[in-house]
DNA sequence: GGCGCCTCCTACATCGTTGTAGGAGCGAGC
DNA sequence: GCTCGCTCCTACAACGATGTAGGAGGCGCC
């Protein structure tokens, strides 16, 4: 692999002067940076980012920290941040914690070892009692999510509590009263499960009308289809009436569905169906499957930049600190065709 | 940051005595050892990793160009392939390429910047005729697929034909004689789609039946859900007599099944549906989804291996050739509900 | 006692790049 | 003619680790 020294040698000038053609500094003569071009190209040089990495400091990688990609919603978010990062002019490496404790510890530890320059976190396992954990990162750091809040630290978030109202709502608007929610948790009181519910029973309350648990569907076992289609299942089994259904994931939404076509009640005329998330899979369902789409975009782009704005703020001399900022993507209810105005 | 030269002053040592205790290099007095592992405790040291990489040439890192994380099957792949990677000691970067040329180009010319050691290289555009672009490729390179072939170059496979043979057999054995197949691509003849045909033809062919267009279901806009439902639906429609489905994916195949089922056609009993690929997706479906295993996990830390192995190559002194390797991963199909016996 | 070997440690060079300091050449202004 | 300032380039040090060479001290052996 050819070097500066060798593209030097090629063009008769000195190293630096590569380095400062490759870096466009300006004071260079214009047959000068022809010359060391032509070597460029001559010899296929490649800048080492190694080298460059350890003389400037910084790398040009981020980590993205998200329990697994074989979710559709992670495997589809580390698609969006790596597109962000790409506009950005950094790299991202991807640690898989695997919705273990050790696994995202390890994540934030990545930090010391000077390969990333700071890092994207969603949190899964960690919970609010370890917040003095992320606090004690000296390094850029963007939270994502609300599984785990500190006014300290830049955060990135969906709208859980509006999505969910917001899906309610576009059910009952269509004359839906009995709305079973699916895939709620036991155990859960702070995360996604939690804020969904509240989204829920806001839309409902806001009408007049009761919340009954009767229609609450649980998934502990995970927010897969099979759990949608158990929950939903059980619902109809014990003769509780239903005409809608919020699933709090796509998966759980079209598990739902397809029980209900299985058993033969039609989507969305007898039971319109509604999921979050807007993963690709809902808009090839049969009928596409009505969701909230949490603004995955946006949440990569903006945690991305956030991320490099908190970067480059270490690399100024200034070192005027950066205010946490908290910021909740646009959520959106992307209407397909599993719901529709009720037959009368 | 600490350094090591923070350590060796506190520990009153040189610095390479820090770097020997910390690389285990024996001959280290146990008392000398305490007191620099005391002070890198007490520091908080850790060793960086770019400075480390720029001495020894090599960065720990291995480059994964796949398509895109959303698409299940690479998510998976993904996964496991990082899982792999942490147990060889290294870690992987992720560059998607977007089913695109320039991103797969892109994902090679990587490996010229220094950051990662050697490549994963799951083409999806990249075809035969281009095969002399990663011929000259002159850093440790492993193949992924059956899309592009050199026999100068590492591949790790799956077996294409003997999966989709064995899951054509599983549906003859039931007695299934009209079994329609999802997913055929118009355009490709040398990817997984006219791989996984060639193994459907042989089993029928193998039982002297004739392979019956009729039941060719075609996916020319991508192996998702709704073309899966589409192609039976068209088959159906068209008055097609069928018992049996393979979907080239499981997506197709579980599109299929949901089309089926609404259409009050019960799985297995009137049609058996078999997918391809084993993502999670097929064991939470209801029915759960019988599907070939291509050996995912094989697959990937085989593929690590050969790649760690090619890499180490290049450290040792001897610089003996090493032979190209191509690994076929054991497939085996995972009976579940979405097969059985004929009813009589 | 002299020699060689083993143990344990240090000094220095090195990886490939970029920041700093400064020098040479040239035109403009007094 | 001298200074000043601008342009263009070079030499050297530095980033933080590891490889090489070698030195000091202790021990055993002839």
Redesign the interface.
């Known amino acids: 692999?050819a070097t500066m020294a060798d593209v030097a040698r090629l063009a008769g000038v000195s190293v630096k002067t590569v380095s400062n053609v490759l870096n466009d500094y300006p004071y260079v003569r214009e047959t000068t940076r022809e010359r060391v071009m032509r070597a460029v190209e001559q010899l296929?040089y490649?800048?080492?980012?190694?080298?460059r990495?350890?003389r400037s400091g910084r790398?040009g990688m981020i980590g993205l920290a998200v329990p697994?990609?074989?979710?559709?919603y992670?495997?589809?978010l580390?698609?969006d941040i790596?597109?962000a990062g790409r506009r950005h002019g950094v790299?991202?490496?991807?640690?898989?914690t695997g919705y273990t404790r050790e696994g995202e510890l390890a994540a934030l530890?990545e930090l010391?070892?000077?390969?990333i320059d700071g890092l994207l976190f969603s949190p899964a396992v960690l919970a609010p009692e370890d917040v003095e954990i992320v606090e004690a990162v000296r390094q850029p750091l963007v939270l994502l999510g609300e599984q785990l809040f500190s006014s300290k630290v830049d955060h990135v978030t969906m709208r859980n509590v509006e999505g969910a109202r917001a899906a309610t709502e576009l059910l009952l608007d269509q004359g839906r009263t009995r709305i079973a929610i699916l895939g709620l948790l036991h155990r859960e009181h702070v995360g996604a499960s939690a804020l969904r519910l509240e989204g829920y029973r806001a839309a409902l309350e806001a009408r007049g009308l009761e919340v009954d648990e009767r229609l609450f569907g649980w998934a502990d076992e995970g927010w897969?289809?099979?759990?949608g289609?158990r929950a939903v299942a059980q619902i109809l089994d014990a003769g509780v009436e239903c005409d809608g259904v919020l699933g709090l994931n796509d998966?759980l939404a079209l598990?739902a569905m397809?029980?209900l076509?299985?058993r033969?009640l039609r989507v969305p005329q007898d039971v319109a169906v509604v999921g979050f998330d807007d993963?690709?899979?809902s808009?090839?369902?049969?009928p596409?499957l009505t969701t909230v789409d949490p603004g995955r975009r946006e949440i990569a782009e903006t945690a991305v930049e956030l991320l490099c704005r908190r970067i480059d703020a270490r690399f100024r001399a200034g070192a005027e600190p950066v205010e946490p900022v908290l910021h909740r993507a646009a959520m959106r209810v992307v209407e397909r065709e599993s719901t529709g105005p009720r037959p009368s």
């Open positions: 692999m296929g490649r800048v080492n980012v190694t080298a990495s350890l790398t697994e990609l074989g979710q559709p992670f495997g589809e580390a698609d790596l597109a790299q991202v490496l991807i640690e898989p530890e010391d070892r000077g390969l897969h289809r099979g759990n289609a998966a598990g397809h029980e076509q299985v033969g993963v690709e899979d808009r090839f369902a049969t596409p």
